[in-house]
């Protein structure tokens, strides 16, 4: 083999491993390849960029599609500096749009139509409590 096509080969190959690696950043999977119906009505962000970060959602969903909604929560940012909980609820109408930073994070006449809760802690740890306020 002469040094003129072993260069091409290689010329072929470094762009064939560009082209993989740009397409598998475009085709990262994400909240829109959910099955179910997910819109976010109201989000939290401290802040506070020296302590633990908090992110807070509250997210209107269709269904209880357990699964799913932990896959939703699994998508959101999150920091080992601090603590992402979704919160969410089957009535759009009945669904916070503000959160606050402290606990219960929004009014209490919205937490018996809060259906579902995802926490994932500092440490990574994932929790997810299915009718939390009840």
């Not at 940012?77 to 992402?84: A, I, S």
């Amino acid at each position: 083999m002469s040094m003129k096509y072993l260069f091409y080969a290689i010329i072929i190959i470094i762009s064939l491993i560009i082209f993989w690696i740009i397409s598998d950043t475009f085709t990262q999977p994400g909240v829109s390849d959910l099955e179910g119906e997910y819109i976010e009505m109201a989000k939290y962000r401290n802040e506070n960029n020296t302590g633990p970060v908090i992110r807070l959602y509250a997210v209107y969903s269709k269904d209880t599609l357990w699964n799913e909604m932990k896959e939703y929560g699994d998508f959101m940012p999150h920091t080992k500096y601090g603590n992402t909980k979704v919160f969410f609820f089957m009535d759009k109408s009945a669904t916070p749009d503000k959160l606050r930073s402290t606990e219960p994070y929004f009014d209490s006449s919205f937490q018996d139509n809060c259906v579902a809760q995802y926490e994932k802690t500092a440490m990574g740890e994932v929790r997810f409590k299915k009718y939390p306020f009840r």
